[in-house]
């Protein structure tokens, strides 16, 4: 490298056509910056506003891209670029899994090596890597020990779909300015669930003031030069757009991913469309017309409608109906609390007249140990509880008629104080069984509980004709 080329690798470039040359000539990579789908974004447009962004334009950022879209690739010289141009400025990387923050770190381990190995301090390790200027990068993994007590100016996080969400709670006190360069998150990710962590930061991006890059395989595709539209493969999600194309991303493999993929998976992951609901057990539930502020009416009938539980949840529900209407107006949930601590609690936060109580008919199978079961000790402390053995599929249906009858009537509306209610109508999902949809939903140890509190309710106080033949519990 003669003299003026190695002088200009360290000048900073001040716009999109100085990094993009700069890119190219210091990096070898050129970067798809060509947005041939509406409304998306190229990935260069992202690269170009993470590093030109001024101190005003600070915001966080969100990625949302295809497999294959150079999400991980992009971070990784996104940091790069943080850390040449910068000096005092650290970025972390915090993969959905450590496979996951390894390969970004991967990328800037080699173009260290390839291209910048007169900047590095020291020996670069398995997880960290130090410049001359002061600045670094380094690995940090998905635990509270990791995450918690740091604080840099730049936090990446690769595929945050697949993030616990306590992590991703504890990581938003990362970022803390420093040394003039202004701090900032960025989340990079598919989005393959209809209400997972990726489809709630998109939707909250405007309120947050996130700033949302969103491109799909036509962005990196390769330019078509050859093919008949008419008889290609990709025609229908094409549209003739790679004719325009400048990505790298071979058509041959994008024909071969989606003759494998499901329709779901391709749309979702490739073309980057809502996910599909398919296998969400409540379709049917819309916030925007299900949820609410409810007033008590103490001349309706009251119901509290329990599933118990201890390292899981223990959740109950507070349950006003008039007539055919159910109004849910409150709930309890908690977990590592004895049961007299609940009954306690709710008798103090739910003072009133109940025409029943319901719960889990496993409520009345007695503890080797104590001799007692949920539904004595409850007895025991003045709360009378029925219940009776369904199938689980009944209850379902019940609680979906009141969502939506077929007339397209309302019977089952939820106050805004049910948090955990709404979150679990949106998320419960059926299980798969070798990829196929089965008829119960997935006891995932967050959801279920409250559902079937509710689902206790309709069945005992509505499904007066069911029997408890078939899978019940």
């Known amino acids: 490298m003669n003299s003026v080329l190695a ?21 070898g990579v050129t970067v798809p910056r060509k947005r041939l789908c509406p409304h998306h974004d190229s990935p260069f ?46 970025v972390r990387i915090l993969g959905g899994s450590e496979q996951q923050a390894q390969q970004m770190y991967g990328h800037v381990r080699q173009i260290l090596a390839d291209r910048f190995d007169d900047m590095v301090l020291g020996k670069i390790t398995a997880r960290r890597c130090r410049f001359n200027n002061n600045s670094d990068v380094q690995i940090l993994t998905q635990s509270q020990s990791s995450v918690r007590g740091q604080h840099v100016q730049r936090l990446r996080c690769d595929e945050v779909e697949l993030f616990d969400p306590d992590i991703w709670q504890a990581a938003q006190f990362i970022t803390q300015s420093a040394y003039n360069i202004p701090a900032r998150l960025e989340a990079l990710s598919t989005m393959h669930l209809p209400f997972g962590l990726m489809n709630e930061l998109v939707n909250n991006a405007a309120s947050d003031q996130t700033r949302v890059f969103r491109w799909c395989l036509m962005e990196v595709l390769e330019k078509c030069t050859e ?17 325009q194309a400048d990505g790298y991303f071979a058509i041959d493999d994008a024909i071969a991913q989606k003759r494998r993929a499901s ?34 009416d103490h001349n309706a009938q009251l119901y509290r409608s329990f599933d118990f539980g201890f390292s899981n949840p223990l959740a109950c529900l507070l349950i006003q109906v008039t007539g055919e209407m159910v109004f849910v107006l409150d709930e309890h949930i908690l977990s590592r609390t004895t049961l007299s601590e609940h009954a306690k609690l709710i008798k103090g936060k739910w003072p009133y007249k109940f025409s029943d109580n319901y719960c889990d008919p496993a ?14 000790e409850l007895a025991a402390m003045g709360i009378i509880c029925n219940s009776r053995p369904t199938r689980i599929s009944d209850g379902i249906d019940l609680i979906r008629d009141h969502l939506l009858a077929g007339d397209d009537t309302i019977r089952l509306y939820i106050d805004p104080k049910c948090k955990g209610l709404i979150a679990a109508l949106q998320s419960l ?25 509710l689902r206790y309710f309709f069945v005992n106080r509505f499904g007066a004709d069911m029997t408890a033949s078939g899978r019940c519990y």
Request: charged share 25%; glycine share 6%; aromatic share 8%.
């Open 7 to 27: 002088r200009l690798r360290l000048s900073k470039p001040r716009n999109k056509a100085e990094l993009y040359a700069w890119l190219h000539a210091y990096l």
């Open 45 to 90: 447009d992202y690269l170009a506003h993470s590093f030109l962004a001024v101190k005003n334009q600070s915001q966080d950022i969100i990625v949302w891209a295809n497999r294959g879209g150079g999400k991980t690739m992009l971070g990784a010289i996104s940091s790069i670029l943080d850390c040449v141009f910068n000096p005092h400025c650290s």
């Open 227 to 243: 093919r008949n539209c008419s008889q290609c493969y990709l025609a229908e999600d094409c549209q003739g757009r790679a004719k």
């Open 263 to 296: 329709k779901k998976s391709w749309q979702s992951e490739m073309l980057c469309l809502r996910p599909s609901m398919e296998d969400v057990v409540f379709a049917e539930f819309d916030p925007k017309r299900h949820v609410r502020p409810i007033a008590l």
């Open 363 to 376: 409520g009345r199978q007695h503890n080797e140990i104590t001799g007692t079961s949920p539904v004595s």
């Open 429 to 453: 999902r059926y299980k798969r069984n070798a990829g196929n949809i089965t008829e119960l939903p997935n006891k995932d140890g967050i959801h279920d509980h409250v559902i079937d509190a």
